[in-house]
C-alpha cells in the first residue's frame, strides 16, 4: 500500500486502496541489506514505514455497547505516556501526541482499554513503545511498525520455534531449510525483534492515528485493530515479512505480495489446508474480510460497525500466536483491578470499580476539564488529589453547583477560578472560600443593576464582559465615582448614561467608555477619561469640565457659561474640548490645561465667545451678530456667512487666523500678527493697539475693502511694514490706513510706498485732526498714486 500523508475525506465505506495515513518514518539503526527488498518509494537510507490501510467504519452503524463512557476533556499540554500492563509481562507504552491535549478522555480511555486487553492476553515479557495521535475525521484509523529489519529465513523460524510457549505447533508447519517459495529473507519488525532480545527497549515500534469522530464506545475494538497493526500484523512482499508466512492463497502456495486489490488470500497453520479467516481484497490486505468465515464481528475485520466485538477474538489470539507472540494460558491470574491512577485510568475501569474504589491523582488541568465526567461518576471516586504543582481549577459558574460532590471530594486544600457569574449571585460565588477569582458576564441592566454588589466584591473579579455590548448601562453620578474602579473591570468600549441630582455632583466615566452625561441643578463636576457627550453644561451654574489626557468630550450648553479656573483641557488639542452653543454666552477665558477648545456658534443666536489662554477654534453662527473676544493662544476663528456686524477682540494674542466664509461687516481689535483670509473680511476693520510687529503675514488678495485703524501714537508706520501687511497684487483691491484722533502718520524717509506693482495706497484722516504728514524721500513708482482723504 502506499504511505501518504494524512487522510482527511470522510468516508464511511470506502474501497479507496490510494491513501493511508502516516508518512515514512526514518530509523538511521536499520540494517539494508540489499535495496531490492524495499519499495520503490523508499530509499536505502529510510527506515521501513508500512502501514496498514484504514479501518473504516461501515455504513448504518449502530453500538452495541450496553454503556458508553462520558464525554471528558483533557489539558492543552502533551499528555504523560501511559504504562499498561504490569512488571513481568507484556507492557504497552502509549506515548501520546500533542494533538491528544485536545481529545475527550474517553479516547485516552479507549486506547488504554484495548492495550489491557492485549497485555492481559499475551504474556512475552517486553515494553513495547507506540505512539498514538488524534486528528483527521471520517471515522477512520490507520497504523503500522515504525521500523523493520531483513533476516535469513532459517534464523526467523528458529526464533519463532525457541521462543513459542510449550506445546505450541503454530509455527512445525513451516518449511525447513534456508528458503520459503524462493526466498531466503523475511522482514521482521521492531516489536517482533524485542521479543527475540533483538532490539533496544526503548526503541519505538509502532504509531497509530485515529479519527476525531470515532464512536468512544466502539473505539476499544478499533484500537486493538490499530495496535496489532503496529505490532507487525500487516504484509509485505515480495520479500516476505512473519505475517505472509500463514497468508494462503491455495494449499501449499503462499501470497507474498501488498497489492491493492489484493488477490484472494486466507489465514491458515497448516500449510494452507484449513482456512481459519480470510484476508481482505479492496481495503487492507492484513484484515480478514468481512464476509469470510470468521465473521462479520471480529475487530481485525476491514470494517467496523455498531456489531464488532470490543475483545480479542480466539482467531485474532491465533493471529497473534503466528506473528510470534505468546498467548496466556486460560488459568492465567487476571490483571487487578486498579484502585489509584489518572482519570484516563478511572473511566477505562468504570464498569469493573465499585463504589468508593478509586482514589484519581491528575493534573489540575485535567482535574477541571474533566469535572463534569467526575461527578456523573462521583460515586466511584474515593478522593481526587492534584499532582504536581498545583493550579487554581478553571470551571464554569453552572459547574460550581452543579459539579459540587466531585468538588468536595478534592484532598488538601484547592482554590478555583470561576467564569460567566451572574451580577445576581456574584455575593454567593465570592462567599465560597475556595474561589479566588471570577469572572462576570451579564447585560447591561443587570450589571447596573447590581453595581453597588459588584463593586463590594470586586477583589475576586477579574474582568465583566456586558453581553449586551453597545446598551447604556444608567447609573447615578454617586456610583460613577464609588464604583469606577468596578467599571475599570469591564470590557471593551462600554456605553454608560450617567444622571447627577438637583445638587452639587461629580460626574465620571471610564477610560474606554462612551458616556452621556447629565449633570442636576447644582454646580457639576464632569470628569473626562473617555468619549463623552455633557448634555447640560451650564444648568447649574460654574459646572467644571476636567478633560483628561486621551478623553475628549461635546457639550451643550443648557445657559450661558463661564468656565472657572477648575476647568480645564489635559488633552493634546482644543477638539478635545467641543462646546456647541446656540445663542448662549461661552466664556473659557480662566480655563486651566495643556489645549484651548473648540466653541461652536450654531443657529441664529447673538452670542458673545470669549476664549482661553491656550490655542482656541472659534467657528461663527450663520446670521452673524458674534462677539468674539480672542484670548492669548495661536487662536483660529472661522466666520460665517453674516448679515448682521461682528466684533473680535483680541487682546493680547500672539497670533490669529481669520477665515471667512461669506460678506460680512464688523471690526477686528488689537491685531498683532495677523492672518487673515477669505471673503468675510470685506468690509471687517481691523484696530491695532498695540506696537504693529513687522512680520505680519499678508492679508489676503479678496479682502476688498478692509480697513486698518492705526492708532499708535509718535509711532512710525514703515512703508515696509505697510507693505508686508498690505502686500497684494491686485491693482483693484483699495486698502486704507486710518488714523485716530490727533495722531500723526509717519512714513519713513527713504521707504518705498509702493515696493509691488499694482499697489493703490489710501490714506484717510478718518479724526480730522491730522496734524501732519511728512513724505520725506518717498518713491512713488510710474503708475501709483497715494492718495489723502479727509484732512483737514
Same mark, same amino acid.
Given at each position: ?140 484509523a490507520g497504523a503500522g511498525p515504525t521500523n523493520g529489519t531483513t533476516l535469513a529465513y532459517s534464523t526467523v523460524v528458529a526464533n519463532l520455534k525457541s521462543h513459542a510457549a510449550s506445546g505450541d505447533t503454530t509455527f512445525n508447519g513451516l518449511p525447513s531449510g534456508t528458503t520459503i517459495q524462493g ?22 515500534? !509502532? ?72 484476508? !481482505?481484497?479492496n481495503s487492507d490486505p492484513s484484515d480478514f474480510l468481512n464476509t469470510g468465515v470468521q465473521g462479520s464481528t471480529d475487530p481485525f475485520d476491514e470494517f467496523y460497525n455498531g456489531s464488532t466485538v470490543q475483545a480479542l477474538s480466539k482467531v485474532d489470539l491465533q493471529q497473534l500466536d503466528a506473528l ?57 471516586? @474515593? ?65 447596573? @443593576? ?144 495643556? @489645549? ?117 501714537? !509718535? ?78
Open positions: 500500500m502506499k504511505t501518504t500523508n494524512l487522510l482527511v475525506s470522510s468516508k464511511t465505506n470506502s474501497t479507496d486502496d490510494t491513501q493511508d495515513y502516516l508518512s515514512p518514518v526514518a530509523n538511521s539503526n536499520l540494517s539494508v541489506s540489499s535495496p531490492s527488498q524495499y519499495r520503490a518509494n523508499l530509499s536505502t537510507s529510510q527506515a521501513y514505514s508500512d502501514y496498514s490501510n484504514p479501518i473504516w467504519l461501515a455504513t448504518s452503524s449502530t453500538s452495541n455497547s450496553s454503556s458508553t463512557l462520558p464525554a471528558l476533556s483533557l489539558a492543552s499540554t502533551t499528555p504523560t505516556p501511559t504504562l499498561v500492563g504490569t512488571a513481568g509481562g507484556l507492557q504497552i507504552n502509549l506515548v501520546w501526541g500533542s494533538n491528544v491535549s485536545g481529545a475527550p478522555a474517553t479516547f485516552q480511555a479507549g486506547i488504554i482499554k484495548a492495550a489491557q486487553m492485549l497485555c492481559d492476553a499475551l504474556s512475552n515479557k517486553v515494553v513495547l513503545n507506540i505512539n498514538i495521535s488524534y486528528t483527521g475525521t471520517g471515522g477512520g526466498q531466503s529473507q523475511v522482514l521482521v519488525f521492531e516489536a517482533q525483534l524485542k521479543l527475540w532480545g533483538l532490539a533496544p527497549s526503548t526503541a519505538t515500534d !509502532g504509531q497509530a492515528i485515529f479519527a476525531t469522530d470515532i464512536n468512544p464506545s466502539l473505539l476499544p475494538g478499533v484500537a486493538l485493530h490499530e495496535l496489532t497493526h503496529a505490532l507487525g500484523r500487516v504484509p509485505y512482499g515480495p520479500t516476505p515479512d512473519i505475517f505472509d508466512l500463514f497468508r494462503y492463497s491455495s494449499t501449499g502456495t503462499l501470497l507474498f505480495s501488498s497489492a491493492i486489490p489484493s488477490a484472494s488470500a486466507y489465514f491458515s497453520l497448516d500449510g494452507g489446508k484449513t482456512k481459519i479467516a480470510d484476508y !481482505g481484497k510470534g507472540f505468546t498467548i496466556k494460558s486460560t488459568s492465567s491470574t487476571p490483571t487487578p483491578i486498579p484502585s489509584t491512577g489518572s482519570i484516563a485510568t478511572f473511566i477505562s475501569n468504570l464498569a469493573s470499580l465499585s463504589s468508593s474504589s478509586f482514589a484519581i491523582t491528575d493534573t489540575s488541568a485535567n482535574i477541571a476539564l474533566n469535572l463534569d465526567a467526575l461527578q456523573t461518576n462521583n460515586i466511584k471516586i @474515593s478522593s481526587i488529589t492534584q499532582s504536581g504543582t498545583a493550579t487554581a481549577l478553571a470551571i464554569t459558574a453552572s459547574q460550581l453547583t452543579a459539579d459540587a460532590t466531585a468538588l468536595n471530594k478534592i484532598s488538601g486544600s484547592y482554590t478555583l477560578t470561576v467564569s460567566g457569574v451572574t451580577s445576581a449571585t456574584v455575593a454567593t460565588t465570592a462567599a465560597n472560600t475556595h474561589v479566588s477569582s471570577m469572572t462576570v458576564t451579564d447585560t447591561g441592566a443587570n450589571i447596573a @443593576s447590581n453595581l453597588d454588589t459588584l463593586q463590594n466584591n470586586i477583589a475576586k473579579i477579574t474582568s465583566i464582559t456586558q453581553s449586551n455590548i453597545g446598551s447604556a448601562l444608567a447609573i447615578t453620578a454617586l456610583q460613577s465615582l464609588a464604583d469606577n474602579a468596578l467599571l475599570s473591570k469591564i470590557s471593551g468600549t462600554i456605553s454608560l448614561n450617567v444622571t447627577g441630582t438637583s445638587a452639587a455632583d461629580s460626574l465620571f466615566d471610564k477610560a474606554n467608555s462612551q458616556a452621556t452625561l447629565t449633570g442636576g441643578a447644582g454646580i457639576d463636576t464632569f470628569n473626562i477619561s473617555g468619549i463623552d457627550t455633557i448634555t447640560d453644561l451650564g444648568n447649574g451654574g460654574a459646572d467644571i469640565v476636567k478633560i483628561a489626557l486621551g478623553g475628549s468630550s461635546v457639550s451643550t450648553l443648557a445657559a450661558s457659561w463661564i468656565a472657572t479656573a477648575s476647568t480645564s483641557n489635559a488633552a493634546t488639542t482644543a477638539s478635545a474640548a467641543t462646546i456647541n452653543t446656540n445663542g448662549f454666552n461661552v466664556n473659557v477665558g480662566a480655563a486651566a490645561g495643556t @489645549s484651548g477648545w473648540t466653541i461652536n456658534a450654531t443657529g441664529n443666536g447673538t452670542t458673545s465667545i470669549t476664549g482661553s489662554i491656550k490655542n482656541d477654534t472659534i467657528n461663527g453662527n450663520t446670521s452673524g451678530g458674534l462677539t468674539i473676544n480672542g484670548g492669548g493662544g495661536s487662536d483660529s476663528i472661522a466666520l460665517g456667512t453674516h448679515t448682521n456686524a461682528d466684533t473680535i477682540y483680541l487682546v493680547n494674542n500672539n497670533k490669529v487666523t481669520i477665515t471667512g466664509f461669506g460678506s460680512s461687516t464688523g471690526s477686528v481689535t488689537d491685531i498683532l500678527n495677523v492672518t487673515a483670509t477669505g471673503n468675510a473680511l470685506a468690509g471687517l476693520t481691523l484696530q491695532n493697539k498695540t506696537t504693529l510687529a513687522t512680520n505680519n503675514a499678508p492679508l489676503a488678495a479678496n479682502s476688498t475693502g478692509l480697513v486698518f485703524n492705526y492708532a499708535n501714537a !509718535g509711532t512710525a508706520l514703515t512703508a515696509a511694514s505697510a507693505a508686508a501687511l498690505f502686500s497684494n497684487t491686485q491693482a483693484t483691491n483699495k486698502f486704507a490706513i486710518a488714523t485716530g484722533s490727533g495722531i500723526e502718520l509717519l512714513i519713513e524717509t527713504g521707504a518705498s510706498a509702493a515696493s509691488t506693482s499694482n499697489h493703490v495706497w489710501k490714506i484717510i484722516d478718518t479724526a480730522g485732526v491730522f496734524s501732519a504728514i511728512e513724505l520725506t524721500g518717498v518713491t512713488v513708482a510710474a503708475g501709483h498714486n497715494i492718495t489723502f482723504s479727509n484732512f483737514h
